[in-house]
């Protein structure tokens, strides 16, 4: 069993509330838009990081992480991507990374609003974490922790902070 904390759009924020809140995970996903170098390393130093760049991440940031990532966590496919839409509105190279890895999890960021949405065309669990930031349209802060065991999602918990 991992336990999972799952982050996108921190825009240059990992916080005591935020790090309270992933206090116990095993690792973190983040699903892009981390905001600088620093934030990723300082995240990385916290808990075992997987991410992905974002729209806001350049330079340094897309040599450090892939546009996508794709793995397997228990016994789940995991893809990942910052900008890939949702259940029948995703982008079409999300639709190619889907349709190609048969993911059980499929996960984007960029909108800042936390979705959790089963696909069944797919037979996937989309995810969205929100954006866990202080910068952005969203008035709050969110990020998700979870268990995979086997190829079982359970205990998912939404963190909500008002910025």
């Not at 997987?50 to 996508?68: A, H, L, P, T």
């Amino acid at each position: 069993m991992k336990r999972i904390g799952l982050i996108s759009d921190t825009h240059g924020t990992f916080d005591a509330p935020l790090r309270e809140f992933l206090r116990d995970v095993d690792e973190i996903w983040h699903a892009g838009d981390f905001g600088s170098a620093e934030v990723a390393d300082e995240i990385a130093s916290f808990k075992p990081l997987r991410g992905v760049w974002g729209n806001i991440d350049g330079g340094i940031m897309r040599r450090m992480f892939n546009e996508s990532l794709s793995f397997r966590c228990e016994d789940v496919t995991v893809l990942m991507t910052h900008i890939g839409g949702y259940p029948r509105h995703y982008t079409p190279k999300a639709v190619r990374g889907i349709q190609s890895l048969r993911p059980g999890i499929f996960i984007s960021g960029h909108s800042h609003i936390l979705k959790i949405i089963y696909d069944d065309v797919y037979d996937l669990l989309h995810i969205n974490p929100g954006a866990a930031g202080c910068y952005g349209p969203h008035r709050t802060r969110t990020a998700l922790r979870f268990e995979i065991d086997g190829s079982d999602i359970r205990n998912m918990e939404i963190w909500e902070y008002d910025r």
